[in-house]
């Protein structure tokens, strides 16, 4: 059977928020390509003389979706690079303003499945990084960061309650060897908490959430793009963003919110989901992944 690189989560809410349909000549950045799902929907949507910019800071990513998107009409242009770099991107390309952002945060199903590192159910050297030229991997800093560090990040980034025994239980493993492999991780997992085979996932997920977010700078990167969304959004551009983890979602609501527009303020935001929207049961029931999603969309507005 043909595995999918992934199945899109929220696709036509997100495709009914992105798109103005009072603007016609759309500018539109996919900053999150993944399997091109979204791309393929937006691209679709747009008239022909409309541009399509697709993003994704892993080149697998690009490969597949730029071959998945070659027969649109519409001009696409593809770019590997990080979606905190949205402003350099955008102007690189010739263009000084936009009409739409879209991020679909996370990973995609085919990074989870095929790139090291990312799964604790395959055992393979613990990598995480999604762009692979990025400095700094997961066995870095499990093997150089200082306890408080790990015990931050497992807090922090894998809401994981008194992770210091967790680090303090990495600390001892690297005193014998180097940390190299996801499945060494597992074990110093199920060693200290004797999870055994009964509910490991859970556990697992966060601990494994944490160091991705981690690694790969996740959190700033999402406060850059937004602050850039306000500068490159014309009037009536708008954003969308879908998050799978409470703090990208709480950084999302607050930058909406704290961008609202006001009558003494020149540019900001028109909140188009006053209640976050969040995936059916139907949807759920068909792709799990999808559970966690939460999105959220606003409108420039200039006064
Ligand atoms: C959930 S998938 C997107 C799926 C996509 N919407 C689709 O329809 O297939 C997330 C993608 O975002 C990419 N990504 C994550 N953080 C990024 C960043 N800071 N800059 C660019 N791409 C990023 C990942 O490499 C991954 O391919």
Known sequence: MKTEYHIPVLLETMNMYLINPKIDKHIIVDCTLGGGGYSEL??????????????????????????????RKANIFFKQGNFAEIKN???????????????????????LTHEE?????????????ADKNSSIDASQILNEYKESQLTYIFETFGEIKKASRLSRAIINFRKTKKLETTGELVNIIQKEYDLKKSVPVKFLSKA????????????????????????????????????????????????????????????????????????????????????????????????
């Open 42 to 71: 937006i691209s679709d949507n747009i008239k022909e003389d409309s541009k399509l910019i697709c993003v994704d800071k892993d080149i697998n990513a690009i490969n597949h979706s730029s071959k998945r998107l070659e027969s």
């Open 89 to 111: 991107i955008v102007n690189d390309l010739g263009f000084n303003s936009i009409t739409g952002i879209v991020a679909d945060l996370g990973l995609s199903s085919y990074q």
């Open 117 to 129: 590192g990312f799964s604790f159910m395959n055992d393979t050297a613990i990598d995480m990084r």
């Open 208 to 303: 494994f959430q944490a160091l991705r977010i981690a690694v790969n700078d996740e959190l700033n990167d999402l406060e850059k793009l937004l602050a850039s969304s306000l500068e490159i959004l014309s009037d009536g551009g708008r954003i969308v963003v879908v998050s799978y983890h409470s703090l990208e979602d709480r950084i999302v609501k607050n930058f909406f919110k704290n961008n609202e527009i006001k009558n003494d303020m020149a540019k900001g935001f028109k909140i188009l989901t006053k209640k976050v929207i969040m995936p059916s049961y139907e949807e759920v029931k068909r792709n799990s992944k999808a559970r966690s999603a939460k999105l959220r969309a606003a409108e420039v507005v200039l006064a």
